[in-house]
């Protein structure tokens, strides 16, 4: 996937790079609380 950007198209590809990193953050975080669960039910058993 490709962006192209135009000087018109700025505030969309601003947009688009705060999703981008977003969505990054949620799968970091995601991917954290799935280890803590993981060493939680580890820890259980």
């Not at 947009?15 to 939680?40: D, Q």
């Amino acid at each position: 996937m490709r962006l192209v950007v135009n000087r018109k198209n700025k505030a969309g590809a601003v947009f688009a790079n705060e999703t981008v990193r977003w969505i990054g953050s949620i799968g970091i975080l995601v991917l954290v609380s799935w280890a803590i669960w993981k060493i939680v039910l580890k820890a259980i058993s």
